[in-house]
């Protein structure tokens, strides 16, 4: 157990010096996890061959023989990889992550969404709803044009927010590899965009779901 | 985990779905959304001369607790006054429909989407606006 409490002041270590696995700090986080810097950008090839290699070492089937304890240990370390690895490997999610440890959790004031984003959003689930019901082909077409209209809309906004998180990213890690904290303006518009992903992602899912029922 | 009946009851049959006119001076719109699951919701109340709410219209892009939860407000909204309907909590929202603690969101947002709807009737027709539309559990 000393060897983890050593391991904990310098590096995040899962095994102590004589290779027993050891309980992982409840505060280690993803990047730790993975000994890797807290940046937006990540190299996804070094992210994932750290997650082959942990892996091979944590995985339960090398604890079958193990005390009880260690084979909990195993499995909760596993759990916990898979979840950091999910996390970290996709961009949004990764920034969301980043983020929330940075700054704290998202919250429903950090984004107002724009005056019409939700009206629009209304919209578009109607023109869904009505088109799933519709049996009049004349207004099928019309509302098909609709949906194919809001698809791009929304899609479109969807990528100029994803270039202003790539934007800030950017501007995050560069006072990272400085050594100083994130800008708080930089925080705040990351906050802000991250707050509207949900509901784009779910506009854009609904409205596919109908176009593909067309298609 | 299951819905209970009147979540079921509500989402299969909502009651006031539509819309009321944005631009007319009686009607009060409250448009809110849930970041962290994306859902949106619409309601809208029609307040007559002596300050009574005689119609209520939601829309609302969401679960099937959310639809529920607004449907519900604007069954609760008619008949009552701009200042009762102040008074409405989503407490009683998450009894009346037995929302789980997952599902409590759902409850907020109805609550938010009455008191923004509130408010902006409010405003059009020269009044102060009442409390922080943002309330939380």
Known sequence: ?215 | MAYSDKVVDHYNNPRNVGSLDKKDGSVGTGVVGAPECGDVMKLQVKVSEEGVIEDAKFKTFGCGSAIASSSLATEWLKGKTVDEAQEIKNTQIVEELNLPPVKIHCSVLAEDAIKAALNDYREKNGQPAVGDSRSAV
């Open chain 1, 1 to 215: 157990m000393s060897g983890c409490e050593a391991d904990k002041k310098t590096a995040f270590s899962i095994f102590d010096e004589s290779g027993e696995i050891c309980p992982i700090p409840a505060e280690t986080d993803y990047f730790a996890f993975f000994s890797m810097p807290r940046k937006m950008e990540l190299d996804e090839f070094d992210l994932e061959s750290r997650y082959f290699k942990l892996s091979r070492k944590l995985h339960p089937d090398f604890f079958m023989n193990a005390p009880a304890s260690k084979r909990i240990l195993s499995l909760e370390a596993s759990a916990r990889l898979n979840e950091a690895y999910k996390t970290l490997k996709d961009p949004i999610q990764r920034a969301v992550y980043l983020v929330e440890l940075e700054s704290g959790k998202l919250q429903e004031n950090d984004s107002t969404p724009p005056a019409d984003m939700l009206e629009e959003i209304l919209e578009a689930q109607e023109a869904v709803v009505d088109f799933k019901c519709c049996e009049e082909e004349e207004q099928a077409e019309s509302l098909l044009r609709n949906l194919e209209a809001a698809k791009e809309c929304f899609e479109a906004q969807r990528s100029g927010q994803r270039a202003a998180l790539k934007d800030l990213g950017e501007r995050w890690d560069r006072a990272v590899e400085a050594g100083e904290p994130p800008p708080a303006e930089v925080v705040q518009k990351l906050r802000s965009i991250l707050g509207l992903r949900n509901y784009i992602d779910n506009i854009l899912r609904s409205v596919q779901n109908a176009l593909e029922m067309a298609s």
